[in-house]
């Protein structure tokens, strides 16, 4: 076919795909090409990705892609945020690609803060810093812990891309780190972009490594002459997305205004994680910030994004493992239909407690919690599955308090996008935890958010004001092009009770 198309390679934490999008009549229409795996490998016990395999699948795609369209535009790439690959000055890996969850981070987090200044000193001068939040999986204390285990590849290194960079370099040989997903790393000054240097030195990180970021929309060039010829995609040009998927995901919310002064909407990006937070037309580094642990991490044209990370859909997904552990196996759909069946409230976990964060077996440390916090061990697996989604609701209820005191205004709509959105159960029950109106969809946000931003690079999609009225317009086409389904809160009063007893029991773990 003649249309004139965009090519979306977007990598989850357990999959990804190559999509196509392209607008007719001001609709925006997608395609999945390619769809293929992302396991992590245990080797000698570090949890690292296999970035081989994840680049001969992208390039797979992008081969079926050029049988199939004859007009492709452009291409780009999002992945998750925090990781990062060290290229040495042969231009080859300098060490092996480590995935969030390795356990090397463990205790890195509070070493990094004695080595700033010491306990809340030193925390504080890294939140003055960067505006982030606090979490053992951020890149920052990934390159700390590699700086103190003396990690070689860190010696030999030349340059740090995060995972989007290195495909976008490996699709057209230029070297790029892309402002979005620089700002998930934990490094970056919130108001200026620029890397903080000083603490990375304090640190013993290698300041050498990081160039200056750009921004999405830049146009790197053509795909270079060997994966042209590998996959048939002749002069077409690598065009950088927001590669942080939250960052792509959010620009895809069907709202019609763009980081509000006083927002009265809020998203929920949900996947693997769920991010949940507002979009603002700057960063909130304060007090209250820094005392509930929300994070600014940077969006499109300047905004930023207010969020805190959940433990999302995460203990969902690994409860099926758990499942197939055993031999059997169960579908999604099989899996909220026992949820559903199951009663309510049965046993109440902490999404975000560390033993959740990369158990062997996410059953087992289920049962564990639960004996742990002096709740019955539940009998049923609909049992679990629906305190897995019970207890994200309920985390979704606190956020929501801590983000209308964070913004100081009330939040009426909570948009949520990305693959939760094909869970009714769980878009329910967040509309009665935090009675509110939920707007579901869309479901392919992150793709999408890919897409518009290759558009808006390639002028395919311009205003003649600036690129927040473009990204207006976008949004426009984005609510133009796919439906979204809304729930209305039914009996929220069901949930106060299991609200304060979630509170208590959140409060006493040890969050992660
Ligand atoms: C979501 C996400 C989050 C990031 C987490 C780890 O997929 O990118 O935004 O905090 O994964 O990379």
Known sequence: TEKSVHLAVDLGASSGRVIAG?????????????????????????????????????????????????AIRSVGVDTWGVDYVLIDRNGQLAGPVRNYRDSRTQGMLSRACERMGGGEAGRAAIFAATGLQFMEINTLYQLFAAAEHGERSLEIADHFLMMGDFFHWLLSGKRSIEATNASTTQMVDPATGQWQTSMLEQLGIPTRLFEPTVQPGTILGPVQASVAEATGLKDVPVVVP????????????????????????CYISSGTWSLMGCELASPRVNEVCSQLNFTNE?????STRLLKNIGGLW????LRKSVQRQGSDVSWEQMVQQASEASEFELLLDPDHRAFVAPQDMLTAIKAFASETGQPVPESNGAFYRAALEGLALRYRVCLGDLETLVGSRIETIHIVGGGTMNALLCQMTADACNRTVVAGPVEATAIGNLVMQMIGTEVIKSDADLSATIRMARGIVRESFAVQTYQPENPDRWDGPAARFVELAGHGASA
């Open 242 to 265: 927001a590669t942080h998927d939250t960052g792509s995901a959010v620009i895809s919310v069907p709202v019609d205004d763009f980081a509000p002064e006083q927002p009265s909407w």
């Open 315 to 318: 203990i969902f997904q690994q």
């Open 298 to 302: 940077g969006g499109v044209a300047g």
């Open 22 to 70: 392209w607008l007719d009549g001001g609709k925006l229409s997608l395609e999945e090409v390619h769809r293929f795996a992302n396991d992590p490998v245990l080797i000698q016990d570090s949890l690292q990705w296999n970035v081989h395999s994840l680049w001969a699948e992208i390039r797979e795609g992008l081969r079926v892609a050029a049988g199939k369209y004859q």
